[in-house]
């Protein structure tokens, strides 16, 4: 038995080695072929139509996260870095920095408010700092939002009786489980970040080759997808469920 295992193992990587190298992007000719323009027009990555700057909302955004002004981009992705080495590298901890900011901020406005009156004999109005209600709760709108969205996403994978995605849901959630048992919330967060600076920009300059390899490997994994249908779970037993109704 295990000598099976591992020669049908062996197969699998073997069958994916081979599919990987197949789908590598090859050296073309110069020659121009209005077909192939628009076969790779309907081969867009998960079928979009759209460029890449349209599909991640366009804006400032979009020009942010897709390096269109370096010098914007790069003060982002530095401003995130040093808030994650501040708070893991050197220990420091959330209340501790809002409170020195506090008493910065206060020393300011006493020195302000104290010695303009000796300089310019007579009372400056020091500026006050307020933010806006709409602020928070355009924050929590949009943070209500994705929430829900997100759990509505979970219950029609969970209802719609498609043991596929509700597979691939499975496995999400348990990834999931295992980078946040490697390392701490706000680590994972200032990952994602990252990858959400880095990620479109590579994609965008190499995104045909980005996308015959996905989905060479996409069509591998729904060869043995199938084969695991027709071997394994086509064969498990199902109720009828309108019988047991009627009875």
């Not at 790069?74 to 995130?80: D, E, G, N």
């Not at 602020?135 to 943070?143: E, K, Q, R, T």
């Not at 043995?224 to 394994?232: C, E, M, R």
């Amino acid at each position: 038995m295990p000598e099976r295992s591992e020669s049908a193992t062996e197969k699998i990587m073997s069958s994916i080695i081979d599919t990987i190298a197949d789908n590598l992007p090859k050296q073309k000719s110069g020659q121009f072929d209005p077909g192939a323009v628009s076969d790779k027009m309907k081969n867009k990555l998960f079928g979009r139509q759209k460029t890449l700057h349209g599909a991640l909302g366009g804006g400032k955004p979009a020009d942010v996260l897709l390096w269109r002004n370096k010098k914007i981009s790069s003060s982002v992705l530095a401003l995130a870095t040093a808030i994650w080495i501040f708070f893991e590298w050197l220990d420091y901890h959330f209340l501790t920095i809002v409170s020195f900011a506090l008493v910065l901020g206060m020393v300011a406005q006493f020195v302000w408010s104290n010695f303009s009156n000796m300089l310019s004999g007579s009372p400056s109005q020091v500026p006050r700092v307020e933010l806006p209600d709409e602020l928070f709760v355009n924050i929590a709108v949009a943070i209500g939002a994705q929430v829900n969205k997100f759990l509505s996403f979970l219950q029609d994978v969970s209802c719609e009786r498609n043991l596929k995605h509700f597979v691939v849901a499975i496995i999400g959630l348990w990834a999931a489980a295992v980078i946040g048992s490697w390392c701490n919330f706000l680590t994972v967060i200032y990952i994602g970040f990252v990858c959400a600076h880095t990620l479109p920009v590579l994609y965008e300059k190499y995104e045909d080759q980005v996308d015959d390899f996905l989905y060479g490997l996409l069509g591998l994994l729904r060869d043995q997808y199938q084969k695991l249908d027709q071997g394994v779970l086509s064969k498990i037993p199902k109720g009828n469920l309108k019988a047991k109704k009627s009875e």
